[in-house]
Nanobody, 123 residues
Framework: VQLQASGGGLVQAGDSLRLSCQPS????????AAWFRQVPGKEREFVAS????????NYANSVKGRFTISRSIGQNTVYLQMNNLKPEDTAIYYC?????????????????WGQGTLVTVSS
């Protein structure tokens, strides 16, 4: 099973995008799902996470108030709604899941990763 992220693209500052994440097959089974992003040459950076109940959400300070993570059990999808995009949001965005009951914002706590989708924000 792999995770397939989609929805990236080239937008202007202030625009919005919605990223989606689905498994290549079967149901999306997780305790928590998250989005990370990475700029070439830099470490992978936590963006947002959500537990499977949808009752707990965490965000990086840099995206609070602009990004919203959500999930749809029926559609087997995790989303990242990104509003008021800034050039510094430019990165490859990865979705990932964790089966840990206790997880942090570290990539090490997440075991299943997708191939990423590129988001480019022009000024």
């Amino acid at each position: 099973v792999q995770l397939q992220a989609s929805g990236g693209g080239l937008v202007q500052a202030g625009d919005s995008l919605r990223l989606s994440c689905q498994p290549s097959e079967g149901p999306l089974d997780y305790i928590a799902a998250a989005w990370f992003r990475q700029v070439p040459g830099k470490e992978r950076e936590f963006v947002a996470s959500i537990n499977w109940r949808g009752s707990s959400r965490n965000y990086a300070n840099s995206v609070k108030g602009r990004f919203t993570i959500s999930r749809s059990i029926g559609q087997n999808t995790v989303y990242l709604q990104m509003n008021n995009l800034k050039p510094e949001d430019t990165a490859i965005y990865y979705c990932t899941t964790s089966l840990l009951q206790r997880y942090t914002n570290s990539p090490a706590d997440f075991s299943l990763w997708g191939q990423g989708t590129l988001v480019t924000v022009s000024s």
